[in-house]
C-alpha cells in the first residue's frame, strides 16, 4: 500500500507546487497561497510515509497554521489588484524553464549514478515523539535554546520594522 | 509490491525545488517568490528526512525541526519588510523596486 500513497501524495506534491508558481487560469497571490497550502498537507503525507509523525504534524501546525495565516494576512493588507494584469516576460520564462530543467536533470542524473542508499533498508527509524523529543534534548539543547533566541530577534525586527514611522 | 526507494524521495524532492527556483526566477511578485523560497525549503525538509529514515539516524529529522523554526520566523521577518516596503512604495512588483540596480 505504501508506493501507492508515495505516489499519490508525491504527485499533489509537486502538481500543487507546481500550480503556485505558474497557474494557467489566474495570476492571483491567493491563489498561490492556497496551492501552497495544498502543498504543504501533501508534503506532510509524505512525512507520515517516512515515519516522520511529529514531523508531519509540526509541519501542519506551523506551516500550514501559522505561516500561511501569516501569508494571506499580508495578501489581505496590500492591495494587489493592479499586480495581476502584468504579463511574464516569455524571454524570462523559457531561460529559467530551461536553466531550471538542465539543473533537474543534473541532480537526478547524479542521484541515478551514485546509486545513493542503495542497500538501506527503509523500517528502523521511528521518528516518534518520544524519540525525537529525547535526541533533541540530549543532543541538540544548546541549538533549541538558541532557536527560542532567534524566535525572539525575528519577534522584535517584525515589530520593529512594521512601525508606522521607520527610523 | 515493494517498498519506495530513498532514491524516489529524493527525485520528488529534487523536483519541488527546481520548482521553487523557476519560482523565484520568473515570477515577479514579491510574495509568489516568497512563496516559491518556502517550497525550497520545504523541498530540503523532505531530503533531509528521507535520508533520516533510510539511514535509521534521527538528527535529520531534528534538523528538520530546526529549519521549520527557522522558515517561520524568515517568514516574519520578511513579511514585515515586503509590507514596510509596499507602504513607502506602493508596489510588489519585484521590477518597480530597482533603487540598487547599476
Do not use: W
Not at chain 1, 30 to 59: E, K, N, P, R
Amino acid at each position: 500500500m505504501e508506493p501507492v500513497f508515495f505516489y499519490i501524495f508525491a504527485g499533489l506534491t509537486l502538481l500543487c507546487g507546481g500550480l503556485v508558481i505558474a497557474n494557467p487560469f489566474t495570476r492571483n497571490p491567493v491563489t498561490s497561497a492556497m496551492f501552497l497550502f495544498l502543498t504543504i498537507l501533501s508534503m506532510s503525507g509524505l512525512f507520515v510515509l517516512l515515519h516522520a509523525f511529529f514531523l508531519a504534524a509540526v509541519q501542519v501546525l506551523v506551516y500550514a497554521g501559522a505561516v500561511m495565516v501569516l501569508f494571506v494576512f499580508v495578501i489581505m493588507l496590500l492591495d494587489l489588484k493592479e499586480e495581476e494584469r502584468r504579463r511574464m516576460k516569455l524571454a524570462a520564462v523559457v531561460l529559467g524553464a530551461v536553466a531550471t530543467g538542465v539543473i533537474a536533470l543534473a541532480m537526478i542524473g547524479a542521484m541515478r549514478h551514485s546509486r545513493v542508499g542503495l542497500g538501506l533498508e527503509s523500517n528502523v527509524a521511528e521518528g516518534s515523539t518520544i524519540a525525537l523529543g529525547k535526541n533533541l534534548f540530549a543532543n541538540f539543547a544548546l541549538p533549541f535554546e538558541l532557536v527560542s533566541l532567534l524566535l525572539l530577534v525575528a519577534m522584535i525586527g517584525a515589530v520593529l520594522l512594521s512601525k508606522k514611522d521607520l527610523r | 509490491m515493494n517498498a519506495v526507494s530513498l532514491q524516489e524521495y529524493l527525485v520528488v524532492s529534487a523536483l519541488l525545488f527546481c520548482l521553487g527556483l523557476l519560482g523565484v526566477i520568473v515570477r515577479r511578485n514579491i510574495l509568489v517568490i516568497y512563496m516559491s523560497l518556502e517550497l525550497m525549503l520545504n523541498a530540503a525538509n523532505l531530503a533531509l528526512a528521507a535520508f533520516s529514515r533510510f539511514n535509521n539516524n534521527l538528527n535529520g529529522q531534528v534538523l528538520v525541526f530546526f529549519i521549520i523554526a527557522v522558515a517561520a520566523s524568515e517568514v516574519a521577518v520578511g513579511l514585515a519588510l515586503i509590507v514596510a516596503l509596499y507602504r513607502r512604495r506602493q508596489t510588489t512588483h519585484v521590477e518597480d523596486l530597482a533603487t540598487l540596480r547599476l
